[in-house]
């Protein structure tokens, strides 16, 4: 099994930059990829950006976020830049296993864009 905890949320102006951070903690070495979603108010959970032996971005974010991740101190970012108010969510890590494939989910930061 694996622990997810999310960092870095808060409230930030149009055009700002905010940091989210993941620290994984349990079995991580079964860890096969990692990414984070988002879900906004009466919007369905939608796939942000994703890290395995490639990164995907949605289109929406593309050229704004960047997604990494330091497997020494086995943390997922999200850098993200250019905030709009429609990256206002519920931001959330994700964590899928070898060899179940199974998803874990950390609880959560709150990713407000507003003047």
């Known amino acids: 099994q694996v622990q997810l905890v999310e960092s870095g949320g808060g409230l930030v102006q149009p055009g700002g930059s905010l940091r989210l951070s993941c620290v994984a903690s349990?079995?991580?070495?079964?860890?096969?990829?990692m990414a984070w979603y988002r879900q906004a108010p009466g919007k369905q959970r939608e796939l942000v950006a994703d890290i395995g032996g490639t990164t995907h971005y949605a289109d929406s974010v593309k050229e704004r976020f960047t997604i990494s991740r330091d497997d020494d101190k086995s943390t997922l970012y999200l850098q993200m830049n250019s905030l709009r108010p429609e990256d206002t969510a519920v931001y959330y890590c994700n964590a899928v296993l070898r060899p179940s494939w199974y998803h874990y989910w950390g609880q959560g930061t709150q990713v407000t864009v507003s003047s």
């Open positions: 349990g079995t991580v070495l079964s860890i096969f990829s």
